[in-house]
């Protein structure tokens, strides 16, 4: 919101949002509205002090001792309903705070390449075995980029044969199949071991060539 084409007008906004939400404004509005609920209250309390002296006059007692469980409740309910009126005073307090000249200059300032150039070299993932990687417990590999590589030779040497693409499920060993998901942009590598031995499955987050594939 503090930055992009409106940034500085959203900054605008969020800084007059502040000062409406201004602690010793959000504390006296507090203490209004408290006196408001005592005053109401203490008005509903002094019809109740009438009843309740009309009716000792008349010998019910019982009516009186019910008048005073009334006032106990409602003693409890206002101490809950101040309790709840301070808590959203302080979550509006804590939001104004949140919204200081400061911070929302540094949100406004660019964001830095946190990352330094050797991080947007290519990178390369290795896999020495069949075993590091199966139906059963497939590893991943996030985030990977058209430039990336899978460097496969180690399990081309376990199997001790090339590994050769095919369209369909691999069910020769050293038979490689590449699958990729375009809707989920997902990559499925798949290759076959030898009869009886799990393949190799590993699932990538990304576009996986046969450019790609190292042997």
């Known amino acids: 919101m503090s930055r992009g084409a409106?940034?500085?007008?959203?900054?605008?906004?969020?800084?007059?949002?502040?000062d409406k939400l201004d602690?010793?404004?959000i504390d006296s509005?507090?203490?209004s509205a408290k006196h408001q609920v005592i005053n109401e209250a203490a008005d509903k309390m002094r019809l109740k002090l009438l009843e309740i002296i009309t009716a000792a006059f008349d010998g019910d007692i019982w009516n009186t001792v019910d008048h005073h469980k009334n006032w106990l409740e409602e003693l409890g309910a206002l101490s809950k309903n101040f309790s709840a009126m301070e808590t959203k005073s302080k979550a509006l307090t804590d939001a104004a705070s949140s919204l200081s000249?400061?911070?929302?200059?540094q949100s406004a300032a660019p964001e830095t390449q946190d990352s330094s150039p050797a991080d947007t070299r290519a990178a390369t993932y290795s896999f020495n075995?069949?075993?590091?990687?199966?139906?059963?417990a497939p590893s991943e590999v996030r985030n990977f980029k058209s430039?990336?590589?899978?460097?496969?030779?180690?399990?081309?040497?376990?199997?001790?044969?090339?590994?050769?693409?095919?369209?369909r499920f691999p069910e020769v060993i050293g038979e490689m199949q590449i699958h990729h998901s375009p809707s989920a942009n997902t990559s499925v590598i798949v290759i076959a071991d030898a009869p009886g031995k799990a393949p190799f499955l590993l699932k990538v987050f990304g576009e996986v060539r046969q450019s790609n594939i190292v042997t």
């Open 129 to 136: 075995a069949t075993s590091e990687s199966t139906l059963e």
């Open 29 to 31: 509005n507090l203490e």
């Open 6 to 18: 409106n940034a500085k007008k959203n900054r605008e906004t969020l800084r007059e949002i502040r």
């Open 23 to 25: 602690k010793k404004n």
């Open 147 to 167: 430039g990336d590589k899978l460097d496969l030779s180690g399990i081309q040497r376990q199997l001790n044969t090339s590994l050769r693409p095919v369209d």
């Open 101 to 105: 000249d400061e911070k929302l200059d």
